[in-house]
């Protein structure tokens, strides 16, 4: 289990105990964070997410991503979203993009669309099984898998495409040296970078990166960071994602259903935690699952010493 350290409590002599003399202190310059969101059902939801989107952009992300429901079933609305990202903010947005339900020429039009649109930046995963199906199959006359959609992307236009990366293995394969001959030919293929799902207790993610820089990966690799509020949410995610949840977060959530300032007090310190020893081991880009909300995500990385653009200007 990670230590629990809420930094801010700390002296500086405890931090260095805690991370040694390579530890993370405030007002780091070279911490890239980026944010992920997700298209609104309606329009209550819609009117929170801009709010999210408000308040974490004074925080100047490398980038923010949208994703696209099971089955492209959230299509326009992504592109919706990621052109009003354009015009009325100064966020970078990368669209997510998948191969399900659809034909190469559907997938290719929707690039280009992004294109025409401004958006360079796309996320190309394979994409869950459409509502009601519990298995991938590819469309006869679609994408097969994320590799192939990466091909297809690099041959419309040089996008920057970012790809997923499964620190705990992805579900579906058959172990860890046939995930990562995957991520490779994701690599081979033009992928830029390697967004990873997210985990829980972080050495998780340095052996992960320590086998992904023995197979002769070079590309970055980002770490996913899942702040935890809902507890009996993210349980139920991580079971669909195939992460791993600790037996020391059940016993820290235990019994406080009802106690939401408490989870969200214990989410930051957990995720805090995470983030301020990634940054210790070298990791200087982190990826935020929002899940279109602020708070958490904004607190953690005032945290990690980032501080709004008007804050920083004064």
Not at 128 to 148: C, K, L, Q
Not at 240 to 246: A, F, H, K, Q
């Amino acid at each position: 289990m990670d230590s629990i350290v809420n930094i801010k409590q700390k002296s500086p002599e405890d931090l260095e105990a805690v991370y040694g003399p390579d530890r993370p202190r405030h007002g780091y310059t070279d911490i890239n964070v980026s944010f992920e969101f997700f298209p609104p059902k309606d329009e209550k939801t819609e009117a929170a997410l801009w709010r999210t989107v408000k308040r974490l952009e004074p925080l100047a992300p490398k980038f923010v991503s949208v994703t696209y429901g099971a089955g492209g079933s959230t299509r326009d609305r992504t592109h919706a979203i990621v052109k009003r990202m354009v015009d009325e903010t100064t966020l970078k947005p990368a669209a997510h993009l998948t191969c399900v339900d659809a034909s190469r020429e559907e997938v290719d039009a929707v690039a280009e669309g992004y294109l025409n649109a401004g958006i360079n930046h796309i996320v190309a995963l394979r994409g869950d099984p459409p509502e009601g199906s519990d298995n991938y199959i590819p469309h006869p006359d679609g994408y097969d898998h994320a590799v192939d959609l990466v091909g297809g992307l690099k041959n419309i236009s040089d996008f920057e495409v970012s790809v997923a990366a499964y620190p705990e293995i992805h579900p579906e394969a058959r172990d860890g040296a046939f995930d990562l001959d995957n991520l490779k030919r994701k690599i081979d293929a033009g992928a830029t970078r390697a967004i990873t799902q997210f985990f829980f207790e972080t050495d998780t993610f340095l052996r992960f990166i320590d086998r992904v820089r023995a197979a002769g990966i070079e590309i970055p690799v980002v770490p996913g960071i899942l702040p935890v509020s809902n507890f009996t949410q993210a349980v139920r995610i991580a079971g669909l994602c195939g992460t791993r949840v600790p037996v020391w977060m059940h016993e820290l959530f235990e019994g406080l259903e009802d106690e939401l300032e408490t989870r969200k007090q214990l989410a930051a310190m957990i995720a805090s935690e995470q983030c301020q020893r990634l940054v210790a081991n070298g990791v200087r880009d982190i990826h935020f699952y929002t899940l279109n909300r602020a708070e958490l995500s904004y607190a953690i990385c005032l945290n990690l010493g980032l501080r709004p653009n008007s804050i920083a200007a004064a």
